[in-house]
């Protein structure tokens, strides 16, 4: 792991973590460009054409969802989520890295029981049939987002922290006193 400040560490550029974080920016930034194109179209349709486009706002109320689950998944991953370097910063790196531990299996338990939870709502709201008003979209499109992000977040923090036991198992070179 690198240190990019006291307390904070980011995951490795490579591997698994490092394939989600690069395809969920490459992911994000498709997903922002698009709302952009959209909201262009909306504007000019609206406003040069006296013209509404039906759906675009509820389009671009489910690419935000979007959004903020995929960035999950990269905040995670990136372990550039919130912290309280209050107290990481103040410790050495056993410590740092147990505190790591701990909060990740957290992550990991509370994402895992969330997204189950989010599965049954989405597999309810597949069973009725629901719709979006606009687009008449599956409902479970914009619900599965949340489902997804709380399941990857929980898989990405149950892959930190099996890194960070074997932080903690690795053993330390002792400097000797010459």
């Known amino acids: 792991m690198q240190d990019d400040a006291p307390g904070r560490a980011t995951a490795p550029a490579g591997g698994a973590l490092g394939f989600v974080s690069r395809g969920a920016r490459l992911l994000l930034g498709l997903i922002l460009l698009t709302m952009v194109a959209l909201n262009v179209v909306n504007a000019v349709a609206r406003y040069a054409l006296s013209y509404v486009v039906i759906g675009i706002d509820e389009l671009l ?3 935000m969802i979007w959004m903020v689950m995929v960035g999950m998944l990269l905040v995670t991953a990136e372990r550039s989520h919130i912290a309280l370097e209050i ?7 056993r410590a740092r890295a147990g505190l790591a531990l701990l909060h990740h299996v957290i992550i990991a338990v509370a994402g895992a029981y969330a997204a189950w939870q989010s599965f ?13 008003m606009a687009l008449e979209l599956p409902m479970a499109i914009p619900h599965a987002a949340i489902t997804v992000g709380l ?6 923090s149950a892959v930190l922290a099996w890194s960070d036991i074997r932080e903690l198992m690795r053993p330390r070179l002792v400097e000797s006193a010459v």
Do not use: D, E, Y
């Not at 107290?87 to 790196?93: A, E």
């Not at 049954?120 to 979006?132: D, E, G, L, M, N």
């Not at 399941?151 to 990405?156: H, K, P, Q, R, V």
């Open 61 to 63: 109320v489910f690419a």
């Open 151 to 156: 399941a990857g977040t929980a898989l990405i």
């Open 87 to 93: 107290v990481t910063g103040r410790v050495g790196p």
């Open 120 to 132: 049954k709502f989405v597999s309810r709201v597949i069973a009725i049939h629901q719709t979006s």
